[in-house]
């Protein structure tokens, strides 16, 4: 039963997540909140999460993506200008600077992973990973879908 009320849950959240891209008129701000609120019961559906587990995982993710997002954003703040502008040392600079927050970026999951398996399995973690893939490919293609129907 309380599977069967999770997937309805989810159902409605995919709903919103794909009419969120289908209405110009929601704001960005909210049509983010109606993804990842998709996002979280999608992930928490695939990995088979208890509530008990939701509970202490939820917190540490969202931490984790917070400090994810700041890394790359950044990154990113730091690299304006148009690539063809660059001199070749610029260049240079930049792709160092790339693989340097890629580096951050793994540390950052390593740290986060230990935190996870402290109240996940490693058999949920690899869900995690498979999950966050696979609702971001669902997410690119009923993008590509409703842009295509426009």
């Not at 966050?132 to 409703?146: A, I, Q």
Request: glycine share 2%; net charge positive; proline share 1%.
């Amino acid at each position: 039963m309380k599977r069967f009320i999770f997937l309805l849950f989810f159902c409605a959240l995919t709903f919103a997540a794909n009419s969120a891209f289908a209405q110009d008129n929601l704001s960005s701000q909210e049509r983010r909140e109606r993804v990842e609120s998709a996002k979280i019961a999608y992930l928490t559906d695939k990995m088979d999460l208890t509530t008990e587990q939701s509970q202490k995982f939820w917190p540490i993710y969202n931490e984790y993506e917070t400090k994810r997002r700041e890394l790359l954003k950044s990154y990113r703040s730091g690299y304006r200008q148009d690539v063809d502008e660059l001199s070749e040392q610029e260049a240079k600079a930049r792709i160092e600077g790339m693989f340097n927050t890629r580096e951050r970026e793994l540390a950052l999951e390593q740290e986060y992973a230990a935190k996870y398996v402290r109240v996940i399995s490693n058999k949920q973690l690899i869900k995690l990973y498979r999950a966050e893939r696979d609702f971001t490919k669902m997410l690119l293609k009923r993008l590509d879908n409703n842009r295509a129907s426009r």
